[in-house]
Structures are given as structure tokens and as C-alpha cells.
């Protein structure tokens, strides 16, 4: 649950997010000048003011130091699926109260806040959860104090944290990553975490700093607070859940689109005859298209999805259609020329028959006047053209129809399974 705010904290309109209004006149100060010095001075607030910068700023150590924390979405970096890594640029305030600091503006020519270096004054020590590698980029080297007492801290961070990819729907997938923020070493008697925007505020001023997105869409940024035990210690977390949208486009255009070419062509390619080798090296040939597709794949998605990824299905179905197509195209030829070679064999048999009786009539001929020889090879020349004109086989007349029926069977299927694929992507839940 969140953190009630007390009713004595500020509101983020107090403080940040809003232009500063003009000073305020206290009485006469044309006499006085006033310096931003004046005030460390009257603080006792200098780099060697140990004391503000080693201790929590609290007179009371009972009392809880509140801190007010806003996280906004800058920039979505970039997203690695396969390293499973979310890099995002984000703009983190903090504010929180020191009870060593407080002055009366009107004492210093109407002066309400003052800033000075970081090192000097003492800051929560919060982290990122997620965070896997520290932001190389030096942080704000000041920050302001305000004449009640409240400190304030901006920073931007180009942040390096984990997030679990969800790519069942790769590439129309929405994926969402936390960015939980924690104290270190204190407990909650020692540091309250709270936040003043709500979910829809922080989506609301996200998209108006939002300067680039690349490949992915912010969609909205939920704000979510909760207690935890870690090592027997309660903390405050609060967590960003940020969620965002693949851009499709590229992928379709670079991925889908030239897959499902590829099956347009293994369809096409029943027109080819299958005489000669030229249709089984066309099929073999698209059929190893897909499989390059498959490995660009290979190098995109991570291997711990819980689920298969849809696109995967998408590749090995028309895979294992490709291939059922090239098996067909290769059984029928085999079975074609092998009904072939045995008409080839029976007729050389039978022509090597024919010759020898040919030779005897030959010889037996010449006793006959040359009327009869050539009554004789005429006969001979019939006979050897009936056999010359013997029907084609069975497989070798049918095989048009089997590729017709298998053709039928193939685009029926391809049909079914690429339904199947866009209701998943676009209608079933993940």
C-alpha cells in the first residue's frame, strides 16, 4: 500500500515543476544586499560541516526521515531481448528534511532557497533493484535547499537493470519492467519512502519529456508501493512499472513479409514439371532461405522464454510445409523414373529379341525373291514401332493429378495454420 502523505509535507507543485514565482519584497531593502553566502554563513553550512554530510539529519532519531521520490520516463534507450536488459533515461527528484536547515527569508532580502555542492549535506542512500550496471555519467554536483528545511535533488541517469522479457508475441508484444527503488541499509523507522504523483500524472508529464523511443512505444507508467523483509530488515519500496510497445513495422516488412513470400513461391513452384531436377533444386533452395531466417531468429529472441514464441511457430509451420512439399516433389520423381527405367529395360529387351529373329528371316530371305524381302521388312518395321508406342505407367500418368490433390491439400493447410498464427498474435491472451 502507499504511504499517506502527513498533512505538514509539501506537494510537488511546491517545490519543482513549476516556473519560480517572483521574489517576494520584504519592506525596504534598497540599503541591504544579501548574498547566497549570507545564508551558509548564518547556517554554518561550509565543506568542512562534517557534521551535515556524515549523520541523518534529524534532531529526534525516533522520528523517521521522509522522502518524497519521482521517478519520470526521459528516454527509452533500448531493450535487449536477448540479454534480457532494459535501458532506459530517467529523471529521479528527491526531496526530503533536514532539521539542521531553516531560515527567515525576510532576514536575508527574501532568499528561500539556496544551492551548494552535493558532498557537503548528508542523502538517502536509495538504489535501483534492477540496476546492473552504475550510470558512467556524473551526477548533479548540487542541490537546493529551501529555507524550511526541505532538500531537493534532481538527477538524470541512463539506468542498465534487468527486465523478463515476454516474447510470445514477438514482434506485437508489450513488455513491461520495474525499476524497484529501496534504501540500502535503512529500515523503515529510519527512512519512509512516499510519492506524490500518482500513475497517471507520471504518464501524463513522461510523455511530455519523452524525446526519443526508437523501437519501442511508452505506453503508461503504473506507481505501486510496498513493505519488504530483505534479511529480516522491513524496507519501503517503491516500484515503477514501466510498460511499452514494440514498433512492428520494421520486422514485417524485413521478416514476416519475405517468409510468407517464401511459401507464395514453394506454391508456385507445382507449376515446374517434374521432369529434369529443376523443381527439387527450387524447392531445396527456398527451403533453405527459411532456415537463414530461422537463424537471424535465433540471434534476436532469448532461450528462457517460458513460452515458444509465436514467431517461431510461424517459421518452423512453414518450414515443415516447405519440406512436406519437397518430400512429395522427391517421392514422385522417384517413383516416376523408376517405372520409367523399367519400361527401358523391358524394351531393349524386347528390340534385342525382335533383332535376332530379324537376322534368321534375313538369312532365310535370300532364298526369296527381292519382292518378298521387301514384303519382310516392312513387316518388321510395324512390329517395331508397336512396341515403340506402348502406353506410359501409372505413375507416370497420374502424377499430374497427385500434384493437383497434394497442391489442394498444401494450400488448405498453409490456410488453416497462418489463421492459427494471427489469432494468437493479435486476439488470443498470452
Known amino acids: 500500500?502507499?504511504?499517506?502523505?502527513?498533512?505538514?509535507?509539501?506537494?510537488?507543485?511546491?517545490?519543482?515543476?513549476?516556473?519560480?514565482?517572483?521574489?517576494?519584497?520584504?519592506?525596504?531593502?534598497?540599503?541591504?544586499?544579501?548574498?547566497?553566502?549570507?545564508?551558509?554563513?548564518?547556517?554554518?553550512?561550509t565543506k568542512s560541516s562534517e557534521l551535515f554530510s556524515m549523520t541523518r539529519p534529524?534532531?529526534?532519531?525516533?522520528?523517521?526521515?521522509?522522502?518524497?521520490?519521482?521517478?519520470?520516463?526521459?528516454?527509452?534507450?533500448?531493450?535487449?531481448?536477448?540479454?534480457?536488459?532494459?535501458?532506459?533515461?530517467?529523471?529521479?527528484?528527491?526531496?526530503?528534511?533536514?532539521?539542521?536547515?531553516?531560515?527567515?527569508?525576510?532576514?536575508?532580502?527574501?532568499?528561500?532557497?539556496?544551492?551548494?555542492?552535493?558532498?557537503?549535506?548528508?542523502?538517502?542512500?536509495?538504489?535501483?533493484?534492477?540496476?546492473?550496471?552504475?550510470?558512467?555519467?556524473?551526477?548533479?554536483?548540487?542541490?537546493?535547499?529551501?529555507?524550511?528545511?526541505?532538500?531537493?535533488?534532481?538527477?538524470?541517469?541512463?539506468?542498465?537493470?534487468?527486465?523478463?522479457?515476454?516474447?510470445?508475441?514477438?514482434?506485437?508484444?508489450?513488455q513491461s519492467c520495474n525499476l524497484s527503488v529501496k534504501s540500502v541499509v535503512h529500515s523503515v523507522n529510519e527512512i519512509r519512502l512516499i510519492h506524490h504523483l500518482n500513475s497517471s500524472v507520471s504518464t501524463k508529464w513522461s510523455r511530455q519529456l519523452m524525446r526519443t523511443q526508437y523501437e519501442w512505444l511508452f505506453v503508461n507508467m503504473t506507481i505501486t508501493s510496498k513493505t519488504v523483509f530483505p534479511f529480516g530488515v522491513e524496507q519501503d519500496v517503491i516500484i515503477y512499472t514501466i510498460f511499452m510497445k514494440r514498433r512492428a513495422k520494421l520486422y514485417i516488412v524485413n521478416f514476416l513479409l519475405p517468409i510468407l513470400f517464401l511459401l507464395c513461391l514453394d506454391l508456385a513452384s507445382f507449376l515446374i514439371p517434374n521432369k529434369g531436377g529443376e523443381k527439387l533444386s527450387f524447392k531445396v533452395t527456398v527451403l533453405l532461405a527459411v532456415t537463414v531466417m530461422q537463424l537471424i531468429l535465433n540471434d534476436i529472441l532469448p532461450s528462457s522464454s517460458?513460452?515458444?514464441?509465436?514467431?517461431?511457430?510461424?517459421?518452423?509451420?512453414?518450414?515443415?510445409?516447405?519440406?512436406?512439399?519437397?518430400?512429395?516433389?522427391?517421392?514422385?520423381?522417384?517413383?516416376?523414373?523408376?517405372?520409367?527405367?523399367c519400361q527401358s529395360g523391358e524394351t531393349d529387351m524386347g528390340r534385342s529379341g525382335l533383332g535376332s529373329e530379324l537376322t534368321e528371316e534375313q538369312h532365310a530371305s535370300e532364298k526369296f525373291s527381292d519382292d518378298l524381302k521387301e514384303l519382310v521388312k516392312m513387316v518388321t518395321l510395324v512390329l517395331v514401332n508397336m512396341k515403340e508406342d506402348e502406353k506410359p505407367g501409372?505413375?507416370?500418368?497420374?502424377?499430374?493429378?497427385?500434384?493437383?490433390?497434394?497442391?489442394?491439400?498444401?494450400?488448405?493447410?498453409?490456410?488453416?495454420?497462418?489463421?492459427?498464427i494471427h489469432y494468437c498474435w493479435f486476439y488470443a491472451e498470452d
Request: with cysteine.
Open 306 to 341: 517460458d513460452k515458444t514464441p509465436l514467431i517461431e511457430v510461424y517459421c518452423f509451420g512453414i518450414f515443415a510445409l516447405m519440406m512436406l512439399s519437397l518430400l512429395e516433389t522427391i517421392v514422385l520423381m522417384y517413383l516416376v523414373e523408376k517405372e520409367s527405367a
Open 58 to 174: 534529524v534532531k529526534d532519531f525516533t522520528n523517521p526521515t521522509v522522502v518524497a521520490l519521482e521517478v519520470l520516463l526521459y528516454a527509452i534507450l533500448d531493450v535487449k531481448e536477448i540479454d534480457q536488459t532494459f535501458v532506459p533515461y530517467v529523471w529521479i527528484i528527491l526531496v526530503w528534511q533536514n532539521d539542521y536547515i531553516s531560515w527567515n527569508p525576510r532576514d536575508f532580502c527574501g532568499i528561500e532557497n539556496v544551492s551548494i555542492p552535493t558532498e557537503i549535506l548528508w542523502k538517502p542512500d536509495l538504489t535501483i533493484e534492477e540496476m546492473t550496471q552504475k550510470d558512467t555519467a556524473p551526477p548533479s554536483p548540487h542541490l537546493i535547499i529551501m529555507s524550511n528545511g526541505k532538500v531537493l535533488v534532481q538527477n538524470d541517469q541512463v539506468l542498465v537493470s534487468t527486465c523478463r522479457m515476454q516474447v510470445y508475441k514477438f514482434p506485437f508484444d508489450l
Open 1 to 45: 500500500m502507499a504511504h499517506a502523505v502527513p498533512d505538514d509535507q509539501f506537494m510537488p507543485q511546491d517545490w519543482v515543476f513549476r516556473p519560480p514565482s517572483p521574489l517576494p519584497v520584504y519592506g525596504d531593502t534598497s540599503e541591504k544586499v544579501c548574498s547566497y553566502q549570507d545564508v551558509l554563513d548564518y547556517l554554518k553550512l
Open 394 to 420: 501409372y505413375w507416370t500418368r497420374n502424377s499430374q493429378t497427385i500434384n493437383t490433390i497434394y497442391f489442394i491439400l498444401y494450400v488448405i493447410a498453409a490456410g488453416l495454420f497462418l489463421g492459427y
